[in-house]
T-cell receptor
């Protein structure tokens, strides 16, 4: 079946604008994760969903970041009033259950100018 | 919290064997994963260890020692396409079974 998909693949935005990143997990996967990867760095965990619930939001870098998931499927990560330090690749992953192997999407490369 | 260390960069020769080490400190350890990530691409799953010992999968093997907080990824018969970053990730019950990733080891395979 189809893997994890993310859109857009690339996004260039001006500082101060809001952006919305979308993730479509593998069908039937109950767990969904958002990570951020800055150039040459490791993966920084942001938030995960079990179904539509996000039990722990402490990984979000600031209150400008929010995420939601509806219908146990698609998730959106929203960044308000973007800053240059938000520039990174945002990766989404999904797994059958919270403790299972994670499958990653291709990522969204966000550039804030 | 969790602490995961792995070398930043390694270089090896085509056809050789390379070992990438990962040390970790965590409570509630519940498994260690290795992922491969080519430049500009998403990470892909390589291996999973939860018990001590060696797991072999083709040219790749992964070893775990829980008492030492240590794992390694062994790549045999290196090919140019193995040039990539290798990410070590630890899952911990105390962290809701979430994965915490190390910074990754960038492996360069030279002819």
């Amino acid at each position: 079946g189809a893997g994890v998909s993310q859109s857009p693949s690339n996004k260039v935005t001006e500082k101060g604008k809001d952006v919305e990143l979308r993730c479509d997990p593998i069908s039937g996967h109950t767990a969904l994760y958002w990570y951020r990867q800055s150039l040459g760095q490791g993966l920084e965990f942001l938030i995960y969903f079990q179904g539509n619930s996000a039990p722990d939001k402490s990984g979000l870098p600031s209150d400008r970041f929010s995420a939601e998931r509806t219908g146990g499927s698609v998730s959106t990560l929203t960044i308000q009033r973007t800053q240059q330090e938000d520039s990174a690749v945002y990766l989404c992953a999904s797994s059958e259950y919270i403790s299972y192997e994670q499958y990653f999407g291709p990522g969204t490369r966000l550039t804030v100018t | 919290g969790q602490n995961i260390d792995q070398p930043t960069e390694m270089t090896a020769t085509e056809g050789a064997i390379v070992q990438i080490n990962c040390t970790y400190q965590t409570s509630g350890f519940n498994g260690l994963f290795w992922y491969q990530q080519h430049a500009g691409e998403a990470p892909t799953f390589l291996s999973y260890n939860v018990l001590d010992g060696l797991e072999e999968k083709g040219r790749f093997s992964s070893f775990l020692s829980r008492s030492k907080g240590y794992s390694y990824l062994l790549l045999k018969e290196l090919q140019m396409k193995d040039s990539a970053s290798y990410l070590c990730a630890v899952r911990a019950r105390n962290a809701g079974n979430m994965l915490t990733f190390g910074g990754g080891t960038r492996l360069m395979v030279k002819p």
